[in-house]
């Protein structure tokens, strides 16, 4: 038995999310049917980060097992051929039996995209989070500052989720602009359900006035949902990159 690490790009845009769901199809889903028909055989695959529906990705992560031949390079090449355009393999290399996604610790970084404009850009729809109001991005950056190292994040969790702790480490978190694009890129060792779209949310709330720099703080010290702004929509947020730190148990994430 051998297996096989794959690198996986995709637009989140048609799916539930990753992770194999009742009510529409997943991107999970989507890669255990091809490849298995690819194969011939039964292929499971298990991913690093469990992106929600719409969330996208340019650097997921996930394995299978395979009694397959082919070499561990040239997997990417042949399981592209039956994926849909927006699920792309980026890389496939073969790895020890005993490697696993969700247990190495690693660095994981988000970027988030908000089109700051008086109106929407067509062009612009699918990857970014329209908001029309002007947003101070200097507020929005010094409001953020608070956030970096390692905190207890409760405040900017989704109430429904399971974790053993809410406390993770940011380390770094940029926020620029060009032209209307306001693009926040979270750099951590984890995040939690809907974390770094409740950061969104509340830095859009800071940034266009409603809430002073401040409350950025009040709301991680609060150590309560309610305290923090609202979740902003999923299709603004792209999983860039997982990159390995080193082995050992990992966080209990239950990601965006």
Known sequence: MRRIRLTVA???????????QPNGVSIEEILNREISRMLKEKVTVIGASRTDSGVHARGNVCVFDTESRIPGDKFKFAINESLPPDIV????????????????RSIKT????????????PLERLDSYFFYYPLDVEKMRKASEVL???HDFRSFCNIHASVK????????????KA?????????GNGFLYNQVRIIVGT???IGCGLWPVEKMEEALKACDRSAAGPTAPAKGLTLISIVEEESGAADDDNEE
């Open 10 to 20: 995709y637009d989140g845009t048609n799916y539930v999310g990753w992770q194999v």
């Open 203 to 205: 830095l859009v709330k």
């Open 110 to 121: 988000y970027e988030y995209k908000i089109l700051n404009r008086t109106l929407p850009d």
């Open 148 to 150: 970096l190292g390692e």
């Open 89 to 104: 393999i980026q890389e496939s290399e073969e790895v020890p039996v005993t490697y696993h996604p969700r247990k190495v």
């Open 179 to 187: 032209g209307d694009m306001i693009t926040v890129r979270i750099v």
């Open 165 to 176: 702790t809410t406390v993770r480490r940011i380390l770094s978190l940029d926020i620029d």
